[in-house]
């Protein structure tokens, strides 16, 4: 069994955990029933699926003899990018009122998420 | 040799057809809603699908130049995630 076989499975076993993940992840995304709950499942998409599908294309790569490890950069990006994004969509299921309202801060009148710039006074003084 | 390319093969086609179904289910939810949140997350899925795809195709092709587009297709999703969110949080993506 040379390495270049042994490439070959490891890419082919990678390929199909991403693809698992990222079945996974839509499959929650469309049998949840709270956008909260439906915000979780298809983070797991960009991160564990699509970094499983990099990482077969690295292998790959090194099977074929033109090594590149320019796919982490890629996957770098989605670890950096997904929290962000998910952060902004729970943000906007507060805003909209779809969840649960948290509730109101002890020291000030009301979050900022759930202030909305035509309700704030133009001039505060 | 022979049958670690068949199972590759089978790996590919396998992934294709995951990550094309991925994109039709996430499609539905995108048009069943029912709140703005749920489009913009649909609308992220599909742009991650989208990318698993081009990596895929990557892989079966054996060439190189699709690293760049899936980088700049990781970027424009991003972006356009965080532009839609800001427009419904505050009526406007700059203000």
Not at chain 1, 72 to 83: G, H, K, N, R
Not at chain 1, 93 to 98: E, Y
Request: with cysteine.
């Amino acid at each position: 069994m040379s390495a270049e076989i042994i490439g070959n499975y490891a890419t082919a076993i990678f390929l199909l955990i991403g693809s698992g993940f990222a079945l996974v992840g839509v499959i929650g995304l469309l049998k949840f029933n709270d956008p909260m709950t439906r915000l979780h499942a298809p983070t797991k998409v960009g991160t564990v699926g699509i970094g499983m599908l990099l990482l077969a294309s690295i292998v790959h790569s090194v099977v074929l003899g033109e090594t590149s490890i320019h796919e982490t950069l890629i996957m770098a990006f989605l670890f950096v990018t997904a929290p962000i994004s998910a952060n902004f969509i729970a943000k906007v299921n507060i805003h909209k009122r779809n969840c649960e309202t948290p509730p109101t801060p002890p020291r000030d009148d009301t979050w900022s998420t759930l202030n909305s710039p035509d309700e704030e006074p133009l001039d505060p003084t | 040799m022979t049958t670690a390319l068949a199972v590759l093969d089978i790996a590919l086609i396998v992934a294709f057809g995951i990550l094309a179904l991925g994109q039709i289910l996430s499609m539905v939810r995108l048009v069943i809603g029912p709140t703005p949140g749920d489009r913009i997350l649909a609308l992220d899925t599909m742009v991650i699908n989208a990318l698993g795809l081009v990596v895929v195709l990557g892989i079966q092709q054996g060439v190189q130049i699709y690293f760049e587009v899936s980088l700049l297709i990781a970027m424009l999703g991003f972006v356009s995630t965080v532009a839609l969110a800001r427009f419904i949080l505050r009526g406007d993506i700059i203000e």
